[in-house]
């Protein structure tokens, strides 16, 4: 992932572990509290009750040969390494950054239905961030790490229900444990290796995991991993309140900011849009209407 030179946002807060620093750090209270927050209503909800309404598959089970605990653990070192050089670059915001405050509100109505989709969900320590940057990107890392930039809020002009779609999106990919597999995948192939390697135990795909976190910001997902998440994300969203027809818009955005030779599409560079993709969106919105107007939506 390439970072833009440009300072837009200034932040005092990069570098430091949420769960590592003094319970005394005065300059991390809004991110605690929002961390508290999420936890709290993940807790409390115990997973969404309803059944999933969307249908996906249960995933490769090569994710196995890599431990789950270890990747977020590599993920989440990667994640301060990229706050800390954001914050290097004057590009980090502060927690009262008006953009921050709504990525952190969004956030809060989606957290509490991760756990239906995994159950290390619950345990998860939950950061979004804001780095500010034309680039046009936004992810989750294993272990629920969140970072927008600034260039995918205004560049697509996203209102907060295709913003919803968005960070649902990524967090399904976290969710899903696309990630995790596709390291899997990757290591099992050039080892040789197959299922038959648990038998070995899971050291050595352990330590590559470690070794290949840099590597999370860049993998390519396939198209396969791309309709769960979309699917995944559309359900998350709606539960939340958030209206699934912006699914549909912000993908014909996509598709526009793709058409026009958008600057910085680094997002779009591994989620490409297409017509088959808004279709396939297209026919599952009507799935999770109901979920929005139970959560309140119209």
Known sequence: MQHTDLPLIPSENAGTCLHCRSAGAGAWQARRAFLRLGTAAVLATGGASALAQVNVGGGSRL??????QTLEEAAAEQYQQLLAKAKA????A????????????IAQRLIPHAAQWNERARSWRWEVNLIGSKEINAFCMPGGKIAFYTGILDQLQLTDDEAAMIMGHEMAHALREHSREQLAKSQATNLGLSLGAQLL???????MAVKMGAQLLTL????SDESDADL?????????????????????????ATGGGGQGLAFLSTHPSGPERIRELERNVPKVEGLYRQAGGR
């Open 63 to 68: 994710r196995q040969l890599v431990p789950a």
């Open 220 to 223: 390519q997902f396939s198209r």
């Open 94 to 105: 502060q927690p009262g950054n008006p953009q921050l405050r709504r990525l952190h509100a």
């Open 232 to 256: 995944v994300g559309l359900e998350l969203a709606a539960r939340a309140g958030y209206n699934p027809q912006a699914a549909v818009s912000l993908w014909q955005k996509m598709g526009r």
């Open 89 to 92: 670059q004057g590009a980090l």
């Open 201 to 207: 135990g899971l050291g050595d795909l352990g330590n």
